[in-house]
C-alpha cells in the first residue's frame, strides 16, 4: 500500500520523505489555507514545492464546479511539474472533466466520495485514483472502512485499474485495516504514519539491551 501524506505543510512533507516510506502528497483548499497559502500564483508556486521534495504524485485541486472552468483550471495545475494529479471533486461537471483528462493522459484523483456509487461513476470516467472519506464517515456514524471493502470488491469485479486512495485516515488503525482490505493507498497525516512504529515493549526492550550492554562494557 502506498503512503501518501495529507498536508500541505512543506516541513512535515519534508519529514515523511526523509523516512523513506512517502510514496506522494495530497492537498484540499482547507489545507491550504491552514498554511496561508492565497492567490493564484503563490499557489502555483506552493505545489511546485512540494513536488521538489516529494518523489510521487501530488494532488492539486481545482476550486472550479464548471466543466470549461475545471479544464482550465486543470490544464494550468498540471503544467506545474509532471508529478501533479488533477483533483476533482465528485460532480458531474466533475466527471466529466474526469473523461477529459483521462483522454489526455493527465492523472486525476476524484475527490468527495462517500459510496460506493461514486466510485463506480469516478472509476468509469478513467479517474486514476478515488477518494473514499472514511474518517468524515466515521465522524457521521458510518463504517467508512465498509466503504473501502465494497470498493474494492466491485473494482477487482472488472478489472478497473482506478486505485482506491482512503482518505480522510485518521488514526494508525485506519492505516492497518485499509491495508488489510487492500486500499491501492492511504493518504493521512505524519502523526498516523508515526504511530504506526511506535510500540512499548519496543522502548523497553532497547532500554534492556542498551542499559545489558552498559554494565557488560563498563
Ligand atoms: C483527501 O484527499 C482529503 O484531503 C483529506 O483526506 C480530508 O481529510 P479530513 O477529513 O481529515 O479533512
Given amino acids: 500500500m502506498k503512503f501518501f501524506i495529507d498536508t500541505a505543510n512543506l516541513a512535515q512533507i519534508k519529514e515523511a520523505q526523509d523516512l523513506g516510506v512517502l510514496d506522494g502528497v495530497t492537498t484540499n483548499p482547507s489545507l491550504m489555507a491552514k498554511e496561508g497559502i492565497s492567490g493564484a500564483e503563490n499557489v502555483k508556486a506552493h505545489y511546485k514545492a512540494i513536488c521538489d521534495i516529494v518523489d510521487g504524485d501530488v494532488s492539486a485541486e481545482v476550486i472550479a464546479t464548471e466543466y470549461e472552468a475545471m479544464i482550465k483550471e486543470g490544464e494550468e495545475l498540471a503544467a506545474i511539474d509532471s508529478k501533479i494529479v488533477v483533483k476533482i471533486p ?59 471493502e465494497s470498493i474494492r470488491v466491485i473494482f477487482d469485479n472488472y478489472d478497473f485499474g482506478t ?35 511506535k510500540h512499548p515493549l ?12 552498559a554494565k557488560a562494557n563498563g
Fill in 90 to 148: 465528485m460532480i458531474k461537471d466533475g466527471v466529466k472533466a474526469l473523461r477529459y483528462f483521462s483522454n489526455k493522459g493527465i492523472k486525476t484523483n476524484c475527490t468527495l466520495i462517500f459510496s460506493a456509487g461514486q466510485a463506480l461513476m469516478a472509476a468509469k470516467a478513467g479517474a486514476t485514483y478515488v477518494s473514499p472519506f472514511i474518517g468524515r464517515l466515521d465522524d457521521v456514524s458510518t463504517d467508512g472502512l465498509a466503504l473501502i
Fill in 163 to 197: 486505485e482506491i486512495l482512503a482518505a480522510s485516515v485518521r488514526h494508525p488503525m485506519h492505516i492497518i485495516e485499509c491495508a488489510q482490505i487492500g486500499a491501492d493507498v492511504m493518504t493521512g497525516p505524519l502523526s498516523a504514519m508515526e504511530a504506526l512504529l
Fill in 202 to 213: 519496543t522502548d523497553i526492550g532497547l532500554a534492556k539491551f542498551l542499559e545489558d550492554h
